[in-house]
Nanobody, 118 residues
Framework: QVQLVESGGGLVQPGGSLTLSCVASGSILNIFAMGWYRQSPGKQRELVAIDKNDGRTNYGDSVLGRFTISRDNAKNTVYLQMNSLKPEDTGVYYC????????????WGQGIQVTVSS
């Protein structure tokens, strides 16, 4: 299993920026991909961005061009740089790591609140 700890959330004004961090520990050698999901009030959890070991990244349509995902493998950390934030970006952001041993398995952090409001 992989343990994930998020940091960097908080309150930011519309148009502002915020960077989330997520540190992984445990069975990190089994990690195939790391990324971020979010759950806004009244909505299902959705993909924000994911970074795979083969270098491919995917972004949710609503954040494309505004958010950037990156990884520092030496620190076992994934980052999410969020720019031009909008009120609809408000939600709980969850760090995700996909591990593969026999089959793919999702590992989740506890989640961190991001609020975009004036």
């Amino acid at each position: 299993q992989v343990q994930l700890v998020e940091s960097g959330g908080g309150l930011v004004q519309p148009g502002g920026s915020l960077t989330l961090s997520c540190v992984a520990s445990g069975s990190i050698l089994n990690i195939f991909a790391m990324g971020w999901y979010r759950q806004s009030p009244g909505k299902q959890r959705e993909l924000v961005a994911i970074d795979k070991n083969d270098g491919r990244t995917n972004y949710g349509d609503s954040v494309l061009g505004r958010f950037t995902i990156s990884r520092d493998n030496a620190k076992n950390t994934v980052y999410l740089q969020m720019n031009s934030l909008k009120p609809e970006d408000t939600g709980v952001y969850y760090c995700n790591a996909v591990t593969i041993v026999v089959m793919a398995e999702d590992n989740w952090g506890q989640g961190i609140q991001v609020t975009v409001s004036s």
